[in-house]
């Protein structure tokens, strides 16, 4: 069972690059979000999405982009990366957007942005 | 924006000790989570609570919901080695979706042998 699965696991990145964090999901789940997590700040939420085709801002959206063009996958892009973008992504899914359908976690993504 | 505030920040105890940290808000909840994050790692789900007063065992964890929906704790009894990491409150708002759960910061646990 792959369950949540988060590529790349490290990346850095020159300031003004561009680039797409992967997240994919085998659990056939309606609902994939992602955050980030800094030191001190907990995790905060930056886009999600109910389902194919569907998407939404989150708490912290600016500077980032995502898609959701299957139930799987569910991207997200950073345009033009900034020093403040360094942080650890982590992407969860779960079954349907329902408060007894709890978030699963992937392993996160350590993107450091020089 | 909301605030979820969880505490203590930290804790050093020593094995074998009981735990307890707790997270309390002034909005009302419908559900509360409490996951774990190992180091390098994502969180994992612990525990889910879904009605006011519900009280929930998974192992040596207890966790509730209170009473006011604006409040819940964790404990842990007996505490090993293998309990130490960060662990999470997580709370969805009354009427929000998915996109409204909103996580405490944290209580970074640490264990003597």
């Known amino acids: 069972n792959a369950g949540v699965t988060q590529t790349p696991k490290f990346q850095v990145l020159k300031t003004g690059q561009s680039m797409t964090l992967q997240c994919a999901q085998d659990m056939n789940h309606e609902y994939m979000s992602w955050y980030r997590q800094d030191p001190g700040m907990g995790l905060r939420l930056i886009h999600y999405s109910v389902g194919a085709g569907i998407t939404d801002q989150g708490e912290v959206p600016n500077g980032y982009n995502v898609s959701r063009s299957t139930t799987e996958d569910f991207p997200l892009r950073l345009l033009s990366a900034a020093p403040s973008q360094t942080s650890v992504y982590f992407c969860?899914?779960?079954?349907?957007?329902?408060?007894?359908?709890?978030?699963?976690f992937g392993d996160g993504t350590r993107l450091s942005i020089l | 924006g909301q605030q979820l505030n969880q505490s203590p920040q930290s804790m050093f105890i020593q094995e074998g000790e009981d735990v307890s940290m707790n997270c309390t808000s002034s909005?009302?909840?419908?559900?509360w989570l409490w996951y774990k994050q190992d180091p390098g790692e994502g969180p994992v789900l612990l525990i889910a609570?879904?009605?006011?007063?519900e009280l929930t065992s998974n192992g040596r964890l207890t966790a509730q919901f209170g009473i006011t929906r604006k409040d819940s704790f964790l404990n842990i009894s007996a505490s090993i080695p293998s309990d130490v990491g960060i662990y999470f409150c997580?709370?969805?708002?009354?009427?929000?979706?998915?996109?409204?759960?909103?996580f405490g910061k944290g209580t970074k646990l640490s264990v003597k042998p």
């Open positions: 909005s009302i909840f419908n559900t």
């Open positions: 969860a899914s779960s079954l349907a957007l329902q408060s007894n359908q709890p978030q699963h």
């Open positions: 997580a709370g969805q708002l009354k009427g929000g979706s998915q996109g409204n759960l909103i």
């Open positions: 609570l879904y009605k006011a007063g």
